[in-house]
């Protein structure tokens, strides 16, 4: 059986009443009178005052017992707000909003238990950097797609443009303008290690990149490509 009880015109704004109603909600009546009588907020104890009228309505309108009883609902509405104003400088007026609020509590005394959330048994999908920074976005079908992974394994710096671990001949990313220490080894954590692979890289690459490095705009990025492709013209 539920049971409400209702205070209207409450001097207080829902947004003050509204975070203690939440803490009540789904506790036994004794454990939430005693959690309003413990919280030092004016909206505790009009809260309060509208949880014992719901509770002795439920004993001597419908002989229920307080012990059983549990909060279902409580939820705060908004009234009216009372407008006043303040003399302000140069003969203009500040206003003053005096919200009101309406309380609104439910008890029941049918307990329900809550659901048990199901965990599925199958991994999450977690986009990684190759696939980020991966050129192609269909795979082939049938034996095509099995001589493309033989290949993707024998060609590791042709897959992606990434390298799974550094390669023997790592170059001094650095000597490109706007590349320090720390961007380099975040270039290095995205396997990134070469002059070649900067100078690979197309729109697509390019905006990958600064999304995932959040600063967008503080370097021209096609300087970046342009000095790696004069680099490893120069080291070739």
Partial sequence: MLVRST???????????R?????????????AIDTLTYTPKKSAHL???????????AENNHELSADELIVKEATVGEGPTLKRFKPRARGSAGAIRKRTSHIFITLTDEFEAPEEKKRSGKPKK?????SLF???????KGGEAA???EAADDAPEDRGRVFETAPDDVDD??????VGPGIEEKLNGFGVYTYAQIAEWDASNVATFDTLLSFK????RDNWIEQAKELAANKG
């Fill in 47 to 57: 809260i309060g005052k509208t949880l014992k009228s719901a509770v002795a309505n």
């Fill in 217 to 220: 705009g503080r370097i021209d």
């Fill in 173 to 178: 990313l650095k000597v490109i303008s706007g």
């Fill in 134 to 140: 991966g050129a192609a976005a269909t795979s082939p």
């Fill in 19 to 31: 975070h203690v109603a939440r803490e009540i909600q789904g506790l036994s009546v004794s454990d």
């Fill in 147 to 149: 001589e493309t992974q």
């Fill in 7 to 17: 205070t209207k015109y409450a001097r207080i704004s829902p947004k003050k009443a």
């Fill in 126 to 130: 977690r986009d990684s950097i190759k």
